[in-house]
């Protein structure tokens, strides 16, 4: 069965924007999947150009509407690349093809008695492009754009929606999978347990010009959510004019899938099957609706201007980090909130430091002890090896639940979950202990092997996620694109013994932002943030009230719980304790314990650690984190949870 993707087609009165590019990389994401799962799959995406809006941000520009639409129709078109969306056509819906086809729409629906004159009196908004009804009203305001409708009297054609309203309410009912998550699906059949209207579909040309004519009627254009849910059929090569389904239509209609956000919900859950309807096909198959970027808890939206270009953002993280940042922080379906620090944060722990390092440290000592190559293995398994053969099983299973889900949060969490649990598999087998052994030589390998494996069904994971990052962990194992080396989940039989494997250069390296660096970041993004930063930096309160920091700040430390391996007095000090700590990955850290603790006391303890402090020289010896501990008079009492927890597990 061959699938069907499409986004929303963007309007062109405003440049794209972080919101616009979450739901293109969603849905990118998911088309990646199904291919790599050998499914035929279309991506559509594209512009919507016509209406109100996009006719008064041209005249605001002073250029022809057309014109208008040209330059930014392209700045979507150009924002694909870079972020890694790989479309199959890009639509516009001043292309003469799509104007044929809703013209031909119109005109079947108007013979068949679909749609009517009649004289209407409402409100009128112009945000909305539409008549609201009162009770949408939210005092006397339109609830999206907060200004007053304008009474409007006249005539218009209404497509006979309200015909179809029953055999809708059935369709959501009988499929609980057309529209997802839940909530929405529960918001629209409540919204149909009143009686439809029926939808006015046209614009008298005296109001405005800038639309599809009426092919019935001159004196009319048509209303743009008319004219733009028609795409994803006329991006198809639909004919209005034929008896049923031919060519591209029937091949990818039955797996129709829209991706969108709340804010478009009604027209793509109420308007466009009762069309689809009437036109005598079929709804599509599933809808998948998620919440709002917010910035500082307000939508990220030109008006209120608190827009993020996406394009800076990938030019200061790179494409993967970007896509893994917005696909993993926002649960599909909820609001989720926006901010540089957020964004750094889980650029440094969960792609530096635990997949980064990983990759990093495997492949490292894949150099050091398996001659950089694929190690053969005799040894028998053991317990600590089946642990992570099975978790890589489960993620096959998991990952590709979530992911046909669109639950992409849940399918990286699951990633997490195998990359820590590697990251410990690595401490607990410490193979630099082995290799210090000739006895150990065979386990060595097995360890070796099983962590190269490992690798590399993460990286079949993220190939969906993040295609680039997926090519270079597959090309550090020796192995070609990622569509071709094995299924997610089974282990063993790719990896040739004796291959060369060898990593080039560090996924992502670390971004460092201590807070007592002074020189700003680098990057356009972080560069208009700069000045506040530097505040934090000098350790300045960002907050409103003075002596309190705000959550950000707080979030950019990054505590982590830490198992300390190894403890030894500091020569010449009767203050420092030198431990080897496991975070998971092993690390020094000189804490100040001594004389409140002995290094046996201290050995096999659970203690919190400042995981992201510049290394700092004490007694000569490079300290990679401080441990915190309570002062109380003459006591020191070191940190602890209050159970135990995996080493490197985060504390917040
Ligand atoms: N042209 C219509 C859609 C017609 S589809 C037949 C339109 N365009 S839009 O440019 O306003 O884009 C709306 C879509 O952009 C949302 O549904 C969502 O996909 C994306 N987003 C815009 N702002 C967003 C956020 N702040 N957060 C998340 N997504 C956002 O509506």
Redesign the pocket.
């Known amino acids: 069965m061959s699938n069907y993707v499409t986004t ?4 062109v009165n405003a440049e794209p924007h972080l ?2 590019a ?2 293109a990389i969603a849905a990118d994401a998911y088309c990646r999947f199904q291919r790599l799962r050998g499914h035929e799959v279309r991506l559509q995406t594209g512009t ?1 150009e016509h209406g109100d809006k996009i006719a008064a941000a041209a005249a605001a520009a002073g250029i022809t509407p057309q014109a208008y639409a040209d330059r930014i129709s392209a700045l979507f078109k150009e924002m694909a690349g870079p972020l890694g969306i790989a479309f199959d056509h890009f639509i516009r819906t001043t292309d003469p093809a799509h104007r044929r086809v809703v013209q031909g729409a119109l005109a079947r629906l108007h013979d068949q008695g679909d749609i009517v004159l009649s004289d209407y009196s409402g409100l009128y908004c112009r945000g909305c492009e539409r008549f609201l009804t009162e009770k949408e009203l939210v005092d006397g305001l339109c609830p999206d754009h907060r200004t007053p409708p304008d009474p409007l009297s006249e005539q218009n054609y209404f497509f006979k929606m309200s015909r179809y309203q029953d055999w809708l309410i059935d369709h959501i009912r009988q499929h609980p999978e057309f529209i997802t998550p839940e909530r929405y699906r529960n918001e629209v059949l409540s919204f149909l347990s009143e009686p439809l209207e029926d939808l006015c579909i046209s614009r008298p040309v005296s109001r405005l010009t800038w639309g599809i004519p009426l092919p019935f009627d001159q004196n009319f254009v048509t209303y743009v959510w008319f004219d ?2 028609l ?1 994803y059929l006329s991006g198809l090569g639909y004919d209005p004019a034929a008896g049923g389904p031919a060519g591209d239509v029937a091949r990818f209609w039955p797996r129709a899938e829209h991706v ?2 709340k ?2 919900l009604k027209p793509h859950a109420i308007y466009w099957p009762t069309m689809l309807r009437a036109l005598g096909l079929a709804p599509y198959w599933r809808l998948h609706v ?1 919440g ?2 917010n910035v500082n808890d307000t ?3 030109k008006s209120i201007g608190n827009v993020v270009r996406p394009l800076e953002l990938v030019a200061d993280y790179g494409a993967d980090a970007v896509r893994y940042f917005l696909l993993r922080e926002m649960s599909f379906g909820l609001d989720a909130a926006f901010s540089q620090e957020a964004l750094e944060a889980r650029y440094n722990s969960d792609l530096a430091n635990d997949l980064g390092n990983l990759v990093s440290r495997t492949l490292a000592m894949a150099q050091k002890f398996t001659a950089g190559a694929v190690p053969e293995v005799g040894e028998e398994d053991g317990q600590l090896d089946r642990e992570l053969v099975a978790a890589v099983g489960r993620l096959g299973q998991e990952f590709d639940l979530r992911l046909a889900d669109f639950q992409f949060h849940r399918a990286l969490q699951a990633v997490w979950e195998v990359i820590g649990l590697a990251n410990r598999y690595i401490v607990v087998n410490a193979p630099w202990e082995l290799a210090k052994d000739q006895g150990r030589r065979g386990r060595l390998s097995l360890v070796i092997y099983n962590l190269l494996e490992t690798l590399r069904h993460i990286a079949l994971a993220l190939g969906p996620v993040m295609p680039e990052t997926a090519r270079l962990m597959l090309t550090a194992l020796g192995l070609g694109g990622v569509d071709a080396q094995g299924r997610l989940g089974q282990w063993g039989g790719v990896l040739r013994p004796g291959a060369p494997v060898k990593l080039t250069a560090p996924l992502f390296p670390r971004r460092e932002r201590h807070p007592e660096e002074t020189s700003p970041p680098a990057g356009p993004v972080a560069a208009k943030q700069a000045s506040r930063q530097e505040a934090q930096a000098k350790g300045q309160p960002v907050a409103d009230s003075p002596g309190l920091i705000d959550f950000d700040y707080f979030k950019r430390l990054d505590l982590r719980v830490a198992t300390v391996l190894a403890a030894e007095p500091v020569k010449k000090s009767d203050r420092l304790l030198k431990l080897t700590v496991a975070a998971p990955e092993p690390r020094t850290v000189v804490a100040g314990l001594a004389g409140h603790y002995s290094p046996e006391e201290v050995v096999g303890r659970q203690v919190i650690i400042v995981a992201n402090l510049k290394p700092a020289k004490l007694m000569g010896i490079e300290s990679q984190g401080m441990v915190l501990a309570a002062k109380d008079g003459d006591r020191l009492l070191v940190s602890a949870v209050a159970g135990e927890v995996a080493p490197g597990v985060r504390v917040s």
């Open positions: 929303p087609i963007f309007y919101g616009h979450y739901t919507d733009a849910l795409n969108v956000a804010d478009i998620h709002y970027w939508k990220m939206s």
